[in-house]
């Protein structure tokens, strides 16, 4: 997905990559606070929910997943 913003940015303007610095935010976190770490599931599932169309949902949330996305519709 960068490679393909990076096609519309100029070279001079700096990508940062969210997933990146999240990840280690988080490892640093969980790191001093072991006692949420013992608290997070292992192996847990992950659900999709949307209020809008789950097809376009589903094909967008794809994308940005990295993996088949399959999402169920809720009403607000």
Known sequence: MQQQIREYVPVQVKLLTQGEIVA?????YLQRHPEIEEKCSKGAQVQF???DATEDFDEKGSVFFGAPVKSKHISL
């Not at 280690?24 to 640093?28: G, I, K």
Request: hydrophobic share 25%.
């Open 49 to 51: 929910f949307t209020t």
């Open 24 to 28: 280690e935010s988080l490892q640093n």
